[in-house]
């Protein structure tokens, strides 16, 4: 007898329509409602469309791959450029913005030293403790190191 277990016990699988979560659907539909109220008062006639738009938008950057949603890679996408591009070309424009967004610039700049930096100081051994054999089936003396001649 074999048990297979799943990769996300604790993970309840919820029941949605079309393979999408309902709490997703629910606030995609929330997010075209707004959407949909907005472009009400902006444009009385056609604002319909808007509103399907915003939940087709809403639903498609919600949606979850590794464990972020499309909307919040984006955002660390940018985000991520900027930085780099404002460590790069700091009088730009693009470098006061970032300067403006208070975004961490040196993070981009590495410390070698600090980086490729060793756990631990490095254990000197004394080879004179050692025996040296040419094969690995050798018995007796084998070659032994001497520090002075």
Not at 19 to 47: N, Q
Not at 92 to 108: I, K
């Amino acid at each position: 007898m074999v048990a297979e277990l799943k990769s996300h016990v604790l993970r309840r699988d919820e029941k949605g329509m079309f393979g999408i979560p309902f709490k997703r659907l629910l606030g995609a539909g929330i997010a075209g409602v707004v959407v949909f109220m907005i472009a009400r008062i902006l444009f009385p006639i056609g604002a319909i469309p808007f509103g399907f738009f915003g939940f087709i938008a809403a639903l498609i950057l919600s949606a979850q791959s590794g464990g972020l949603s499309l909307y919040t890679r984006l955002l660390y996408r940018v985000r991520g450029w900027l930085i780099i591009a404002a460590a790069s070309k700091p009088d730009s424009l693009v470098g006061q913005l970032a300067e403006t967004l208070e975004l961490p610039t040196h993070l981009v700049l590495l410390d070698g030293e600090q980086v490729f930096a060793p756990n631990e100081k490095a254990v000197e051994v004394d080879l004179s403790q050692w025996n040296t054999y040419a094969a690995p089936d050798e018995d007796g003396e084998g070659l032994v190191f001497v520090e002075q001649l």
